[in-house]
T-cell receptor
Framework: DSGVTQTPKHLITATGQRVTLRCSPR?????VYWYQQSLDQGLQFLIQ???????AKGNILERFSAQQFPDLHSELNLSSLELGDSALYFC??????????????FGSGTQLSVL | AQSVTQPDIHITVSEGASLELRCNYS??????LFWYVQSPGQGLQLLLK??????LVQGIKGFEAEFKRSQSSFNLRKPSVHWSDAAEYFC????????FGAGTTVTVRA
């Protein structure tokens, strides 16, 4: 158990809908990362937050947004969903979010299916 | 720009045989390199990491990896594979974000 909790584990929705994925980081970790894993794109970095502030942005679509709350949990909001958004979405956390040799701890992911 | 390449999409190995997974990277400075493993339905678990010092690093579950700067490689090895090692393995490079290779799926046959 990594200590990172993601809910829900599975989500099935329809095109055009909006969903929210939730992540609770390990106790004491200030940084949260979101990754998308799909068969065609592999593991893609979406966005990173540190102590409530956005720190780095990757290949995140404009239809997607995220935030980190004062209690350090994070939410990833996906709107106007398309079939191609079906993927496994991972959250990870780390103590400082400084990169380098800092270890990331991953949750077990949310499997999103858009029908 | 940083990048990680895993040339082998799928490897099949017999239980008890040795395993080597290849990883090549592109980075302008000394890289921070990681190997993660993903078992079916699970998140990613860190096997080992390299950032300086001894070029042969030991990890969990009997895995080791060797950093070779001259070849821009960070290959993962295990002397004797167990059936539970069947999983997907990802090499990653950490700059300000963790960039993953495409992954190598390992199948273990009895």
């Amino acid at each position: 158990d990594s200590g990172v909790t993601q809910t829900p584990k599975h989500l099935i929705t329809a095109t055009g809908q909006r969903v929210t994925l939730r992540c609770s980081p390990r106790s004491g970790d200030l940084s949260v990362y979101w990754y998308q894993q799909s068969l065609d794109q592999g593991l893609q970095f979406l966005i990173q937050y540190y102590n409530g502030e956005e720190r780095a942005k990757g290949n995140i679509l404009e239809r997607f947004s995220a935030q980190q709350f004062p209690d350090l949990h994070s939410e990833l909001n996906l709107s106007s969903l398309e079939l191609g958004d079906s993927a496994l979405y991972f959250c990870a956390s780390s103590p400082q979010g400084t990169g380098g040799n800092e270890k990331l701890f991953f949750g077990s992911g949310t499997q999103l299916s858009v029908l | 720009a940083q990048s990680v390449t895993q040339p082998d999409i799928h490897i099949t190995v017999s239980e008890g045989a040795s395993l080597e997974l290849r990883c090549n990277y592109s980075y302008g400075a000394t890289p921070y390199l990681f190997w993660y493993v993903q078992s079916p339905g699970q998140g990613l678990q860190l096997l080992l990491k390299y950032f300086s010092g001894d070029t042969l690093v030991q990890g969990i579950k009997g895995f080791e990896a060797e950093f070779k700067r001259s070849q821009s490689s960070f290959n993962l090895r295990k002397p004797s594979v167990h059936w539970s090692d069947a999983a997907e393995y990802f090499c990653a490079l950490n700059d300000y974000k963790l960039s993953f290779g495409a992954g190598t799926t390992v199948t273990v046959r009895a």
